[in-house]
């Protein structure tokens, strides 16, 4: 039998190792943390559960394709509940819009907003319904081996106008600020400026309107669980709290993976989940590692995140689970964060309200919240966040406090906040970005770290630093991408 070793067991990697366990394929996944999920880790406190992302769960056919792949049922491990509205869409000055894929109720808002633009909506879902057939269907989960691979899938990218950024692709079909706004901000969420991002990833609507907006009951831990009760049930084996210190190459190929605790494990085939740069920085006995990190750092990356956790007295019905409470700026707002490496005093944030829809995750007449803030990574910002940290979750609250819920502050029984020296220090994330490399066009496909290295031809990449790039959809897609070259 052949052997795998998978550093890393965010949605990627358990994704990667459930496909090779499924094919036969003897898989240890080696964990740093003491839970698995990579950014999906959670934490218990005070009766609360707080994931910490991604809570948004789309194109959940990726994931049920997991279970399939050895005759299973992911309802057999996971309970997935639609989300609706998909999100609540929320400004300063007092527009409100729900976000779903109900076209009567869309068409009445956006009526509401400016009747031209109804027209001007249809034609964007209709272009996005283009790219996502051709940007996601057939190369989300293709693995781009040469320059030529690219060349194919260049006429399709020319006739959507890929070198555009998606605000951009909006604008031409809708003219009011608000719904430019609400058909741009997707790309935050897999780490890329909307005014920059390659406009293929308006994909990203059309995946939510035909899919959905899901939750795992209990959380998104809950699907993590569930993807390690099947990667265990078919075999498994699953190490936590071991960070890998090194992946041996001998002649030319990866032979084994050490731990910080002595273990030793050889393999035919090593993959990564890993922080791209830190993987990288692994290698022991080849010049493939420094050559590649010192190239890898020199590439743009996504900024990253400041996660607020709260705890509150009481319950919010009328606050959706998903909610995005745009600031008064847009535009120059994301010049701070991409651009110019500066603290916004006036944050858009992503609110999670869990508890509207599964009440276990908090104790009885409580309510779990999250709220997340872009920030720049610490390459743009070398913020002290020991010193910022609280600073920063006082103007998160003043946000809250005047949009939402006046006395927050008196509700809450339990808060703590996740900085981007945290994505650094816990995930070894390169500048503590939150998402890795940022997906621009020039950083796409073949321009993005290869799912195989063009060197060490046993050594793999999985996760959000390979193709196609963040979020759940695309880093399960970057596994069954990897999956078929390991296979092969």
Request: proline residues 6%; charged residues 20%; contains cysteine.
């Amino acid at each position: 039998m052949k052997h795998a070793i998978v550093i890393g067991s965010g949605f990627g990697g358990l994704a990667l190792a459930i496909r090779l366990q499924s094919a036969g394929v003897a898989t240890t996944i080696v964990e740093a943390r003491d839970k698995p999920g990579g950014r999906a880790y959670y934490w218990q406190r005070d009766g609360h559960v707080f994931d910490g992302g991604p809570t948004v769960i789309t194109g959940p056919d990726c994931l049920k394709r997991l279970w399939q792949l050895s005759g299973q049922d992911i309802a057999a491990d996971v309970e997935l509940v639609p989300v609706t509205p998909f999100y609540a869409l929320d400004w300063p000055d007092g527009t409100r819009f729900d976000y779903g894929n109900d076209d009567e109720a869309l068409f009445a808002q956006i009526e509401e907003l400016n009747s031209p633009d109804v027209e001007g909506y249809k034609r964007f879902l209709a272009y996005s319904a283009g790219v996502y057939e051709e940007g996601y269907v057939k190369l989300g989960t293709k693995a781009f081996e040469s320059f030529g691979d690219m060349l194919k899938a260049a006429p399709a990218l020319a006739k959507y106008q890929a070198w555009r950024s998606v605000y951009s692709i909006v604008s031409k079909f809708v003219a009011d600020e608000h719904l430019r706004q609400a058909l741009s901000f997707h790309t935050l969420l897999v780490g890329g400026n909307p005014m920059t991002c390659s406009s293929i990833y308006a994909l990203i609507h059309k995946l939510e309107r035909d899919g959905g907006v899901w939750f795992a009951k209990g959380g998104t831990n809950k699907l993590i669980a569930g993807m390690v009760a099947l990667f265990e049930r078919l075999g498994g084996i699953l190490r936590l709290g071991d960070p890998a210190v090194a992946i041996e190459v001998v002649g030319g190929r990866a032979r084994a993976v050490r731990t910080r605790s002595g273990w030793r494990g050889e393999a035919d085939a090593v993959a990564t989940n890993g922080d791209i740069v830190a993987s990288y920085g692994l290698i022991e006995g080849n010049e493939r590692g420094p050559a590649r990190v010192k190239a890898l750092k020199r590439k743009r990356y996504s900024p990253s995140l400041f996660v607020l956790h709260f705890g509150l007295e009481g319950t919010f019905p009328d606050i959706p689970h998903h909610m995005i409470l745009f600031g008064p700026r847009y535009r120059e707002l994301l010049g701070d964060i991409y651009d110019r490496g500066k603290l916004a005093t006036d944050p858009a944030l992503y609110l999670h309200h869990p508890t509207v829809t599964d009440p276990s995750m908090a104790p009885p007449g409580c309510s779990t919240f999250y709220a997340l803030a872009p920030v720049p990574h610490l390459g743009k910002a070398p913020v002290d966040w020991e010193q910022v940290g609280e600073r920063y979750a006082q103007v998160i609250l003043d946000t809250i406090a005047e949009r939402l819920i006046p006395d927050v502050r008196s509700r809450i029984r339990t808060r703590f906040h996740y900085s981007p020296a945290d994505f650094q220090s816990d995930l070894f994330a390169h500048l503590g970005s939150a998402f890795s490399l940022e997906p621009v066009l020039w950083q796409s496909a073949w321009l993005r770290p290869h799912n195989r290295d063009d060197v060490i031809k046993n050594l793999y990449f999985v996760g959000a630093g390979t193709h196609p790039g963040a979020g759940i959809p695309g880093v399960v897609g970057s596994a069954e991408a990897t999956a078929g070259l390991m296979l092969r």
